[in-house]
């Protein structure tokens, strides 16, 4: 080996340390020593030496935080110690009896509580060999979860190699994946944005996230996580306290609030402690968890069939609050669906100051029967949205007035309507009606459409009161001179004008989506893209044809034909197609390379090593195949990789389906 080879070697490994020693300061500590442009020089020292160096790939190396869409359909694995839930309680009541069990059960011996927070998660099951993360596995069931080892290595609070010593050789830590309060809300606004559906709350969107099959997604949003559970047979001490400390030395993430206590006066004290504290915590928490500390006496106490007698949880309440309706407004979205909202007198709830919650449709409204001055129960649970669950009838003023829902638009004054089978109003004047208009240019811009991204809403408003955009096909119009009306901003005006331009290099099936045709998402743009291949087979497809498109129904093909029957629209997507933007696949999507997989049904299963499952869909499709979801009798065989989903295998068996290989494939296709 040369001496450069060596030295670059012996660099890699010193730098990976360094980057991990830096991260567990970031992310565990919340101590960095270093700046986060150094943290990236460093990142990319490695990253281009790792590239140089392909026989140094490690998993756990700080690059594979990043992701990437290799990605495993999850694979189920046996835990090794079963997965067991706490029984929950409400009361202090329900507390001081289980104190008198356990003490019950120890026969009057003292013994110890440790108390902490129960985080409001998902739990994962982490195995550490010499140090190294080798396995990360979800609840699932209890008894088998899901392997999701890809996804948790892009968690920057999960040590990937331990940065502290005197662990034991192989052990399993079971905690909390969580996202952050700060990150859910971001999320949510940029789904907003995008009319993509909200997450319910931090827990649904850290679980929705771990699920992904693309780790890059994964690493992209920023999950926390804390450890609270050591296993294994040599674990360092014989309490379950000390034994979370000695894993905080080893370089995880332990919470800062765990105590040990004595008596139940202490624990009440840590319970009202935490229910008025925890709301200043970055993360979700839903109540307390108390455990006997000694393992010993965790052990005498054992289990019932379905969680430990030496465990239990203590739920916090959901909060509730009685305020008086005020009044009654509506909003108009990018679709024209009217969604009213209650406006109420400010009440302290949960931490924040509520005044606003959203009274879904007219049926939510009834179901009520709500009347202004009305005295309405709001709550907050886990949910980030208020919600109201009940009216105080008794508390109705004598003259109250029934709250009737709108019948013109709020914002244009158009006669609302309402569609067959449809909850909600909606504003048909969509080519007149402001906010409508605003939205689906917001809509058009946003980062998975068009991915303007130096234009913002604010932007967007002030252009349309300016006059200088009414739809999506007037932005393409602008110049640098019109936007920058008073002159004071003419690079910021260039940097859009250039963003404007870059678009046009978008491909079709993002084209396709930011048109914004009511219930064509992402994915059905997609596939209405790659099945028609040019914006005019689309315009003219009928609802037959339409309906022909894996995943493409009823609903969502009338849409599509009304959207293209109006006019206007088809003169905006002529002003597109004039102004350059891509109405068809390109051509690397569309060549057909050969017929060689005419007439087969195949289904991609696994993880691969040549090329991502994305690339291998376009290539059936190039090749003359179909690439299809699930394994049937007409299936012509599977593409598997590595780690194929064992009930898929176990399909193909019993179907007699072919199961073909990567490098099997690349062979058929080859020239
Ligand atoms: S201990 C056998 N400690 O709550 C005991 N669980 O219903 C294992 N949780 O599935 C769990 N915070 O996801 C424990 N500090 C904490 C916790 C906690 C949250 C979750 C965990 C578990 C569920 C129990």
Known sequence: ????????????????????????????????????QEFDFLMHELQDLEARHPDMFDANSPTQRVGSDLNPEFRQVEHRYPMLSLSNTYSEQDVREWYESVNKGLAGEDFEVCCEMKYDGLSISLTYVDGRLTQAVTRGDGVHGDDVTANVRTIRAIPLVLPGEGYPHEFEIRGE??????????????????????????????????????TRVVASRQLDAYLYYLLGSELPAEGHYEN???????????????????????????????????????????????????????????????????????????????TRL??????VGRTGAVTPVANMEPVQLAGTTVKRATLNNEDFIRSFDLHIGDYVYVEKGGEIIPKIVGVDIDQRPIIAQQVQFIKRCPECGTPLVRYDGEAAWYCPNDAGCPPQIKGRIEHFIARKAMNIDSLGPETVDEYFRRGLIKNVADLYDIDVQQINGDGSRTKSAQK???AIQESKKVPFERVVFALGIRFVGETSARLLARHFKNIDALMNAGLVELQEVEGIGEVMAKSIISYFHDEK????????????LQMALSESQTAAASDRLAGKSIVISGVFAHHSRDEYKLLIEQHGGKNVGSISGKTSFILAGENMGPSKLEKAQKLGVAIVSEDEFLKMIEN
């Open 326 to 331: 005020l009044e009654v407004t509506y909003q």
């Open 496 to 498: 859009l004008v250039n």
């Open 569 to 580: 629209n088809r003169a905006i997507v002529e002003r597109l197609r004039g102004y350059g």
């Open 1 to 36: 080996m040369s001496a450069t080879l060596f030295d670059e070697s012996e660099r890699i490994l010193q730098l990976r340390k360094e980057l991990h020693e830096h991260n567990y300061r970031y992310y565990v500590l919340n101590q960095p020593t270093i700046g986060d």
């Open 244 to 322: 979370l400390e000695a894993a905080r030395r080893w370089g995880f993430k332990i919470s800062e609030g765990m105590r040990k206590v004595k008596t139940v006066e202490e624990i009440l004290e840590f319970i009202n402690y935490w229910d008025v504290e925890r709301k200043n915590l970055p993360v979700a928490t839903d109540g307390i968890v108390l455990k006997v500390n000694s393992l010993r006496q965790q052990r005498s106490l054992g289990y019932t069939a379905k969680s430990p007698r030496w465990a239990i949880a203590y739920k916090f309440k959901a909060e509730r609050e009685c």
């Open 177 to 214: 994946i969580l996202m952050p309060w700060a990150v859910f809300e971001r999320l949510n606004k940029e789904r907003e944005a995008a009319e993509e559906p909200l997450f319910a709350n931090p827990r649904n969107a850290a679980s929705g996230t771990l699920k992904s099959l693309d």
